[in-house]
């Protein structure tokens, strides 16, 4: 069993690799499974016994993003404490080092963002659940988790799409800051 989970994940990494290279070279539209699979030295057939599609692909670069920074997994202090968490600060210089370019995404864009959303959501809100369990909040967890990946997905894309003149430190902190905003108003008691 672990000799075919390693073989998967090697297998899965390869194709993360040779996509991510095609995307620092072209623009996402322009991109084929088939580029994909040749780039990573493999058949159509093998990309698709792992993902459904490209933006499937993608997604889950994304979720491998958040799982190895542990974005959004803070502890109750973490949320609300004046310093960004250390894993929001890594997210942003590990982006600022990438400049994946979102506004590339065609058709698939707006999908891919949903799920993106939605999928950091349910991370978001898991994590909420048992930082403050035990704790009565003002707004409903589902409400504040909602609230908080809109944030971080939006701004991130916006970050990223326009290049404004704001460093990645100074991105963290705004964000920080409308974050724990959201978070001191959701924990106050009546």
């Given at each position: ?6 073989q ?33 030295n ?18 889950s ?19 609300l ?29 707006a999908y ?71 978070m001191?108003s ?5």
């Open positions: 069993m672990k000799q075919i989970n390693r998967t994940h090697r297998t899965q990494s390869a194709l993360k690799v040779a996509f991510m290279q095609l995307l620092q070279e072209s623009n996402y539209a322009s991109i084929t499974v088939g580029d994909i699979a040749k780039r990573a493999m058949g159509r057939s093998t990309f698709y016994r792992h993902y459904e599609s490209k933006p499937d692909i993608l997604l670069w994304h979720e491998d993003i958040f799982r190895d920074l542990d974005l959004g997994h803070y502890t109750a202090e973490a949320w404490d004046d310093n960004p968490p250390f894993q929001l600060t890594a997210f942003f210089e590990r982006m600022a080092d990438t400049r994946m370019p979102f506004h590339d995404f065609g058709n698939d864009g891919i963002l949903r799920e993106i959303g939605s999928r950091f959501t349910q991370q978001i809100e898991s994590n909420l659940e048992n930082s403050f369990s035990g704790i009565e909040m003002e707004i409903p967890l589902p409400v504040v988790a909602q609230a908080l990946a809109g944030i971080y997905v939006w701004i991130f894309q916006w970050w990223i799409m326009n290049n404004p003149p704001y460093s990645s430190k100074q991105m963290t902190t705004y964000t920080h800051r409308m974050v724990q905003g959201i001191l959701a924990t106050r008691s009546s």
